[in-house]
Structures are given as structure tokens and as C-alpha cells.
């Protein structure tokens, strides 16, 4: 098998042996079992929008087209990914996002006895949780949107699951985890047991009550929103640090804004997804303001997690076919923005924000809204914006964040509007985005594990993630630690 790559094609081509062969001068009927290696949309000549595009294939004679093409063609080595060895160790993962998950599933397909308990319901269940609190705002803390996949997620430059698809993905990688551990819903880690610097026992409390169980590893694979048990962690003593993040609101605008300005008079061709876009600036503060989880045809979401405070996040389905665009705008923020020392000073910040936007919504889980040129100008706007929310209330959003963030988080719009030319024209803000990322950063030495021995901290919560795909290898990589015993 042989794969090449950098091959500029026209949005209308499909015959992608013809496109192989072309360019490598050789017959069309000597390539066979094509398939796409790569596949990204290239726009920066609005009046030439096409792909670049990579392919694995087959050909008669592969050693002498890798002697005459050594620049072009390379050979396709494939990737095994080994099963660890198991030993007679009780791991438990606690949290079963991405980190968690990953880990526990690792675990679990080498054999080894693993716990994953997760606080939620199951991820059927805790879709009719959301589903009622987005039509009717009453909340269950437990069931937030703090969160088998299409082919082509392996050859997008910026490959989408979404979130439709995503349901079906965790029940299966779950069922996979069942066949040699135990998945445990609606569990909450209540407490921990240390004697002499080491984990001893763990305190689990569920619908039947609370009780203890002794495990000789504990993953916490904990989310970035897991403010409950980031203060009984501090005071049982694990070492934390505050840690730099962003906050700011969510834009919206319609797709069809974004298709144009992307990809210029090709903007409805059918062969071409719903654009996005990724910007970052930096205002003359020195503050850095940037576009972050950018959700193409989706929705914004209230994705509030304890009463009386509210936060927003963004989604797309597979198929991106809503009709407006939206993503986070965020402004960095640093410890010296807390007004603390404390640990958890990041968190309170976070906290206070979240505290405003409820007010601001009219304390009934709705959520702030107001259109970006009456924020710019800090005037009151007009009522019944349509948004992809269903429950909003026009608000002035330059009551929510502190002075200092409004002011570089204006400059950074204006900014961005120099880049894509009418940015803050017909566009919404949405508040508040204000968790990007966690706000701490749990200790952890090169085999990742804790201050307090047998504790391993992993993933975005812990302050080591970005994102889905980071937080996923971060839980590989512990997976690896604990049954190697090295990193």
C-alpha cells in the first residue's frame, strides 16, 4: 500500500484514481483500492476554493513508483497499538469524559479489573434530563452538557463526530468497558480515606446511600466543572495551583454569513460542509483574544451545572445543518485577575460570572443575550433576538464581565472584524463561556501521579487538557503509567 499526498482537487472531481494517476503520470487502470488519506478545504483564493487531498493506494509494481516518485509517494506503515499486561490491582477511573473514558477503555481491553463510576445518569437518560431543562429550565445539576463514528472522521483536516453521533459512540465504548469491568452511574466520589501520604479507601455515596471501597489506584478523571470535589480534594490536602484560563461569551451569526466570507462565490457549492473559521488577536493590553470550539451549523446550549448560575457552550450534529454558526470568543485571563491567592481563586472568579449571567437571564435559566453592536456601543438593544437558544432575555452584557475584560474583549471583536469583514455586524453575543478550561492544575510527577501516592490526576479538569483529543491521550497515557509503571 502506498500513500501520496498534497494533491490539489477541484470540488466537482470524484474520480480520485484519475486524479492519482495524473499526477504521478502512470495508468489510471494500474491504481487500485483508493481511499482518502486526507481531505481539507483550501480557501485561501476565494476565486480557486478546492481540496487538498491525500490517498492510500495499490499499484502493480509499488517498489518501482516509490523509486521514480521517492518526493510523492511514500509507503503506508501500518500502526498496532499493543494490550497492556493486567495485573491484580483495583483501579478506579473516576469521571467518564474523555480522560476517563479512554483510560477505563484501555484498561479494560488488556484485561484489567477496572471501576469507572461517573455522578450522571447514563447517557440516554441524561439526554431527557437536558432535553426538559432546555424546554422548561428546571435543572439537574447532574445532567449537564459538560461533557460507531462516520469513516470520514480518519481523513477531515478538522474532522466533526457531533454530538448526535457522539451518543452512540460513548454507549459503545461503555459496553466495552462492561465485558471486564464495572461502570457504575449515579456515583458520586464523596470522599477519600489517606494514612500516611498514601490512598487507603474511597467514600461513594448513590441512590442507595454512602459506603467505602478500597482500591489500590484512583484516576481522577474528574471535568473542569467538578467544583464539589476540587474542594474536598484541597481539603484532603492534594497539592493544587491556580492556573491561567479565558472567559468571554459565545458569538452567533448565520451559516450562511460564514459560508461567504470563507469560501466566496462557492459558498452553496454542494460538495463543500458548513464553513468555519479560527481567529486570534492580541489587543494593545496584551491580552490575547481568540475564537475557541468553533460549532458550524449548530446550537449554542445552556450547559449550567449548580443552581442559580448559568454558562454556555457550544454544538454542532454530524450533519451541521442548522442555519447559524457559532463559537466561543474568550479573553485570557491570569491569577492576577482572581483578587486571591487561594488555590481555588480561579474557580470563585468563574463562579461570580456564572452568578451574573443568571441574574442578567431574569433568574429563570434563560440566558443573557445581545447583539454585538450594541454591546460594542454599551446601549441597551432590541428585544426577541432569534437565536438557536429557545430561552434568551436581552440583557447589556457589559454588566457581566469585569471592566478590564470588557475592554480587551471589544478590542479583540473590533480586530477580528479586520480578518473576516462583517464579524460584529448581524451577530450575537451569548453569556457566559466562562469554562475553557479548568482553573486549576493538580500536582502530578513524571508518572503522573499526585502528591498523595496512588492518586493520579488526568485530563482537562486536572489542568493537563485541551480539549476532547488531548484529554482522550491524556487518559491513554495514564492507562500506560499504571499497568507499565512508567510513562
Same mark, same amino acid.
Given at each position: 500500500?502506498?500513500?501520496?499526498?498534497?494533491?490539489?482537487?477541484?470540488?466537482?472531481?470524484?474520480?480520485?484514481?484519475?486524479?492519482?494517476?495524473?499526477?504521478?503520470?502512470?495508468?489510471?487502470?494500474?491504481?487500485?483500492?483508493?481511499?482518502?488519506?486526507?481531505?481539507?478545504?483550501?480557501?485561501?483564493?476565494?476565486?480557486?476554493?478546492?481540496?487538498?487531498?491525500?490517498?492510500?493506494?495499490?499499484?502493480?509494481?509499488?517498489?518501482?513508483?516509490?523509486?521514480?516518485?521517492?518526493?510523492?509517494?511514500?509507503?503506508?506503515?501500518?500502526?498496532?497499538?499493543?494490550?497492556?499486561?493486567?495485573?491484580?490491582?483495583?483501579?478506579?477511573?473516576?469521571?467518564?469524559?474523555?480522560?476517563?473514558?479512554?483510560?477505563?477503555?484501555?484498561?479494560?481491553?488488556?484485561?484489567?479489573?477496572?471501576?469507572?463510576?461517573?455522578?450522571?445518569?447514563?447517557?440516554?437518560?441524561?439526554?431527557?434530563?437536558?432535553?426538559?431543562?432546555?424546554?422548561?429550565?428546571? /435543572?439537574?445539576?447532574?445532567?449537564?452538557? #459538560?461533557?460507531?463514528?462516520?469513516?470520514?472522521?480518519?481523513?477531515?483536516?478538522?474532522?466533526?463526530?457531533?454530538?448526535?453521533?457522539?451518543?452512540?459512540?460513548?454507549?459503545?465504548?461503555?459496553?466495552?468497558?462492561?465485558?471486564?469491568?464495572?461502570?457504575?452511574?449515579?456515583?458520586?466520589?464523596?470522599?477519600?480515606?489517606?494514612?500516611?501520604?498514601?490512598?487507603?479507601?474511597?467514600?461513594?455515596?448513590?441512590?442507595?446511600?454512602?459506603?467505602?471501597?478500597?482500591?489500590?489506584?484512583?484516576?481522577?478523571?474528574?471535568?473542569?466543572?467538578?467544583?464539589?470535589?476540587?474542594?474536598? /480534594?484541597?481539603?484532603?490536602?492534594?497539592?493544587?495551583?491556580?492556573?491561567?484560563?479565558?472567559?468571554?461569551?459565545?458569538?452567533?451569526?448565520?451559516?450562511?454569513?460564514?459560508?461567504?466570507? #470563507?469560501?466566496?462565490?462557492?459558498?452553496?457549492?454542494?460538495?463543500?460542509?458548513?464553513?468555519?473559521?479560527?481567529?486570534?488577536?492580541?489587543?494593545?493590553?496584551? +491580552?490575547?483574544?481568540?475564537?475557541?470550539?468553533?460549532?458550524?451549523?449548530?446550537?449554542?446550549?445552556?450547559?449550567?451545572?449548580?443552581?442559580?448560575?448559568?454558562?454556555?457552550?457550544?454544538?454542532?450534529?454530524?450533519?451541521?445543518?442548522?442555519?447559524?454558526?457559532?463559537?466561543?470568543?474568550?479573553?485570557?485571563?491570569?491569577?492576577?485577575?482572581?483578587?486571591?491567592?487561594?488555590?481555588?481563586?480561579?474557580?470563585?472568579?468563574? +463562579?461570580?460570572?456564572?452568578?451574573?449571567?443568571?441574574?442578567?437571564?431574569?433568574?429563570?435559566?434563560?440566558?443573557?443575550?445581545?447583539?454585538?453592536?450594541?454591546?460594542?456601543?454599551?446601549?441597551?438593544?432590541?428585544?426577541?433576538?432569534?437565536?438557536?437558544?429557545?430561552?434568551?432575555?436581552?440583557?447589556? /452584557?457589559?454588566?457581566?464581565?469585569?471592566?478590564?475584560?470588557?475592554?480587551?474583549?471589544?478590542?479583540?471583536?473590533?480586530?477580528?472584524?479586520?480578518?473576516?469583514?462583517?464579524?460584529?455586524?448581524?451577530?450575537?453575543?451569548?453569556?457566559?463561556?466562562?469554562?475553557?478550561?479548568?482553573?486549576?492544575?493538580?500536582?502530578?510527577?513524571?508518572?503522573?501521579?499526585?502528591?498523595?501516592?496512588?492518586?493520579?490526576?488526568?485530563?482537562?479538569?486536572?489542568?493537563?487538557?485541551?480539549?476532547?483529543?488531548?484529554?482522550?491521550?491524556?487518559?491513554?497515557?495514564?492507562?500506560?503509567?499504571?499497568?507499565?509503571?512508567?510513562?
Amino acid at each position: 500500500m502506498l500513500k501520496v499526498s498534497n494533491i490539489a482537487v477541484s470540488l466537482d472531481e470524484k474520480d480520485y484514481a484519475k486524479v492519482i494517476a495524473n499526477t504521478l503520470n502512470i495508468r489510471k487502470s494500474q491504481v487500485k483500492n483508493v481511499k482518502i488519506a486526507k481531505k481539507a478545504v483550501d480557501a485561501r483564493r476565494k476565486n480557486k476554493v478546492h481540496f487538498n487531498m491525500g490517498f492510500t493506494f495499490e499499484y502493480v509494481d509499488e517498489d518501482q513508483l516509490l523509486k521514480t516518485h521517492s518526493k510523492q509517494v511514500s509507503k503506508v506503515k501500518e500502526y498496532h497499538y499493543d494490550k497492556l499486561t493486567p495485573n491484580n490491582q483495583t483501579i478506579m477511573v473516576v469521571g467518564s469524559g474523555p480522560a476517563g473514558l479512554f483510560c477505563a477503555y484501555n484498561l479494560a481491553r488488556s484485561g484489567q479489573k477496572v471501576i469507572l463510576i461517573e455522578q450522571g445518569k447514563c447517557v440516554d437518560e441524561r439526554k431527557k434530563d437536558i432535553d426538559t431543562y432546555l424546554e422548561t429550565g428546571k /435543572l439537574n445539576t447532574q445532567s449537564n452538557v #459538560q461533557y460507531g463514528a462516520s469513516e470520514d472522521i480518519l481523513y477531515l483536516n478538522k474532522p466533526h463526530l457531533g454530538t448526535d453521533v457522539l451518543i452512540n459512540v460513548v454507549k459503545n465504548i461503555r459496553k466495552d468497558i462492561e465485558k471486564c469491568g464495572d461502570v457504575r452511574f449515579e456515583t458520586k466520589l464523596v470522599d477519600i480515606i489517606i494514612e500516611d501520604n498514601q490512598l487507603k479507601e474511597v467514600v461513594l455515596e448513590n441512590n442507595e446511600g454512602t459506603y467505602k471501597e478500597k482500591v489500590d489506584q484512583l484516576v481522577l478523571a474528574i471535568g473542569h466543572s467538578a467544583r464539589k470535589t476540587y474542594e474536598m /480534594l484541597y481539603q484532603k490536602q492534594l497539592e493544587i495551583s491556580q492556573k491561567a484560563f479565558a472567559v468571554g461569551m459565545r458569538i452567533e451569526h448565520s451559516q450562511e454569513f460564514i459560508n461567504k466570507s #470563507q469560501y466566496g462565490k462557492f459558498y452553496d457549492h454542494p460538495a463543500l460542509k458548513a464553513a468555519d473559521y479560527k481567529l486570534a488577536v492580541h489587543t494593545s493590553q496584551k +491580552r490575547g483574544v481568540y475564537t475557541f470550539c468553533m460549532c458550524p451549523g449548530g446550537y449554542v446550549m445552556n450547559a449550567a451545572s449548580e443552581e442559580k448560575r448559568l454558562v454556555v457552550n457550544g454544538m454542532s450534529n454530524y450533519k451541521r445543518d442548522n442555519k447559524y454558526a457559532n463559537s466561543a470568543v474568550l479573553v485570557n485571563v491570569t491569577p492576577d485577575d482572581f483578587g486571591s491567592s487561594h488555590p481555588l481563586a480561579g474557580m470563585y472568579f468563574q +463562579r461570580k460570572l456564572e452568578e451574573k449571567a443568571f441574574e442578567l437571564g431574569g433568574s429563570d435559566y434563560s440566558i443573557p443575550v445581545q447583539k454585538v453592536e450594541d454591546y460594542l456601543e454599551n446601549k441597551e438593544g432590541i428585544e426577541n433576538i432569534e437565536t438557536s437558544l429557545k430561552r434568551v432575555k436581552n440583557a447589556n /452584557l457589559n454588566a457581566l464581565l469585569p471592566e478590564i475584560l470588557n475592554i480587551n474583549l471589544k478590542e479583540g471583536l473590533l480586530l477580528m472584524n479586520n480578518k473576516i469583514n462583517g464579524f460584529t455586524s448581524n451577530a450575537t453575543l451569548l453569556g457566559v463561556e466562562s469554562r475553557s478550561s479548568a482553573p486549576i492544575r493538580f500536582y502530578r510527577d513524571e508518572n503522573m501521579e499526585s502528591n498523595i501516592k496512588g492518586i493520579y490526576p488526568i485530563g482537562e479538569g486536572a489542568g493537563y487538557a485541551g480539549g476532547i483529543m488531548s484529554s482522550a491521550i491524556d487518559g491513554l497515557k495514564c492507562s500506560e503509567v499504571l499497568l507499565k509503571g512508567e510513562r
